[in-house]
């Protein structure tokens, strides 16, 4: 996967970081997804992960994001269905976490 | 599979360990009414068992399991950890009720209505093997719930790794072992670095020497860190600490010299 897979957009005067994720999250790119969590969580107490361009997340990218969610007010953006949306409604993640629905 | 496979049940150093973990997670966690250690290997032809309880832990699984659904039986099936804020009234189960489970085990009443939230975190310890270590709270489950319960759940799947890993007729059950973590995974990440193989080659290595010295796989693995480091191995907080013996440390400094001296180094 290349690069660009795991966007960070640090936080702003007034908005909170932004960890933009897109494809696959598995165990093969997990290390680069917590650390883009962490880089996000580094200087805020709140941080915005976008799903809506992820297309499969298994159990390890899930425990990333409750190990995120245990650390900072986490707010989620997902897509209205989909397997991230099953996948979070299921663990309950969605739950925990702010959830923005997007289109 | 042939053979034999690794039975938990068969182990009571194993059940007695499990057991020391639950504790240890109640001590970790808030307002616990019950813990449990659940395991399906998809070998047996029956259903998921619980192996390792405490307070209302095994009634509860037994609960989810017998029909009515519930985070457990969900982190089996989704292989996901699962979290319920307030678990009676969560519409993901709707049969999951207290009056539902009170009247399956009516002598636990008490406890039943002090019920909030629960969780549960699924791992892989073997092949086709599950294990599901989950918590039931007199208060609403968080994030904190869940991130807690996964160390424990590393602990456990290591506790069985290594005990199906010591058991000679399931070795071979073993070695498909996907999350063989800690120690273990890291001893051999360094025999990799080091002989510049595969893992499957740096396992037989370490389970070679294991055997050869005659020092229990984990206590090599982690004298062999520590060989290595020049420093105490890294463990998690929560782990009963592995704390090799002398003829472990041996063993680990004789296997080092060995294997490095047998691969051409770069000198540069």
Redesign the interface.
Known sequence: MTKGQFRVTPAGAEATPVVVATGEIDLANLDEFEGALARAASDSSSITVDLSEVTYC??AA??AL?????TAK?ALVIPATGPITT?L?????D??ATVTVVD | MPGPHFQPLAHPHLLAMLTRILERAEADLRGTLGTSVTVHDGRDADGPTVIASLGVGADMVGAQLSGLGG?VA?ALT????????DLWTDE?WPELTLDAVTGRAPARRGDWERVHGAAA??GLWDDDATVVVSVTLAEPA???T??TL?NYEQLVAAALVTTAAETAAAFEDVLTVLQSRGAIEQAKGALMGLLGCDAEQAWTVLRRASQEFNVKLRELAVALLEHVAGAPAEQPDVAEHIAPDEPARKAAALLWSAMSTAVPQDDS
């Not at chain 1, 409750?66 to 245990?70: D, K």
């Not at chain 1, 409604?89 to 993640?93: F, M, N, Q």
Request: without cysteine; glycine residues 2%; charged residues 15%.
């Open positions: 298994d159990s899930v425990r409750f190990a995120a969610a245990a986490l996948v409604r299921i663990s309950g993640l739950r925990i | 985070p969900d989704h292989q996901i950890p699962v979290v319920a804020l993901r975190v699924p968080s994030a904190a869940v991130a996964v």
